[in-house]
């Protein structure tokens, strides 16, 4: 078989969510099918780390693919002939976006969520208008979907009418960096990133949906209420930081406590989420929800919302809260500080429900999805 692949993700050093599934799916799908070609299409220069084995053509297609009217030309008509001249026999798009002009392959998209069609406003105008108008298109003339959480394929099938029989589900993993950190690792990286002090860390962009002034909002309640010492430390970009969260931390009256770091390298996360006495991750809407699993690889108790994918990565191993109630949230904060049972517990429960979840049965499940989209 030979896969075509939107690979324009890959970009060293700045891989998001979608861009880590890329990386971790890909690398084993190539390894683990040396008998079979993948043709990976870039839109600028690749780094040769992503060349994951010799059965790995790449291929450069312009023009770089990072506004919505760019996505169009790229995908219906700069890696239209190049697909076509390798006779490829499925089109892969781990970031969902599909060309039109594809009538003879299958295409399959990975939808990971369509937080889109929920919260418009939380992204770009043009990109928005993009996403709705185009992602029901997708639905429709995708061979099969993939989607990363159970949640997310009845959200398809409700939203899109796709037929449920067409969409496979494949949980998302956690890198092999994220693991429990020794009681030296964490305090070396306490002293570097909260003032040798416990925190409690959230990891994501810092959209709306997020959640984050609520989370900042139920924080400065718990540290009000208690006076423990623990700090917030937020891994997340600024360029995302919002008129809310603004406003949230402006207003707390423990904001010396509430730490930002912007973006961390590859290098850096693991280690902060690992020295950190919990994670807060309290989003409005989630199509997985990759920093609960991460947090669970390192052995980090998790507090997290009760609505969409959440409950379903979680299962019993975290504390649900309802993400409007910041009461609620406050409490949860306060139980992982103050009550060491608990979190023992959490963590003993997480030990079982990470098992669940890895990059080998993602890969597994997207090869089964084409194998089914071709044969």
Known sequence: ????????????????????????????????????????????????????????????????????FLYYIWFNYSIVPVINKHKADVFLSPDGLLS?????????PVIHDINFQHYPKDIPYFMRH?????FPIYAKIAKRIIT???????????????????????????GEDF?????????????????????????????PRKNVDGMIKAFTLCKNKT????????????????????????????KDDIIFTGRLTQEELPLVVGAAKGLIFVSHFE???????????????VITSNTSSMPEVAGDAAILADPNNIGQIAQAIEDIDTKNNLRN?????????????????TAEEVWKSLTKAVF
Not at 130 to 134: E, G, I, M, P, V
Not at 155 to 169: C, E, H, Q, W
Not at 190 to 202: D, T
Not at 345 to 359: D, V
């Open 345 to 361: 517990e959490l963590i003993e429960k997480s030990r079982i429900r990470r098992q669940a979840f890895n990059w080998d049965k």
């Open 148 to 174: 990363v959480s159970e949640f997310s394929k009845k959200d398809i099938v409700k939203t899109y009418g796709a037929d449920a029989d067409l969409i496979d589900v494949a949980y998302n993993g956690a």
């Open 287 to 301: 199509g997985f929800g990759i920093p609960i699993l991460e947090a669970m690889q390192c052995d980090v108790p």
């Open 1 to 68: 078989m030979k896969i075509a692949v939107n690979t324009r993700l890959l970009l060293h050093d700045k891989l998001s969510g979608i861009g880590w599934f890329k990386y971790h799916v890909l690398k084993r799908m190539v390894e683990q099918h040396p008998n079979d070609e993948f043709v990976f299409l870039f839109d600028r220069q690749y780094d040769e780390r992503f060349i994951f084995g010799p059965n790995v053509i790449p291929e450069v297609v312009f023009p770089q693919a990072r506004h919505p």
């Open 227 to 254: 006076g423990l010492s623990t700090k917030l430390v937020i891994v997340g970009e600024s360029f995302f930081m919002t008129d809310k969260i603004k406003e949230a931390y402006d207003n707390s009256n423990v």
């Open 130 to 134: 993009y996403y709705c108008h185009y």
């Open 179 to 207: 693991k429990p950190l020794d009681e030296y690792q964490k305090h070396e990286v306490r002293n570097q990133f909260a003032n040798g002090a416990e925190y409690f860390v959230y990891v994501g962009n810092l959209l």
């Open 100 to 108: 039109t002009r594809l009538p003879f392959i299958p295409s399959v």
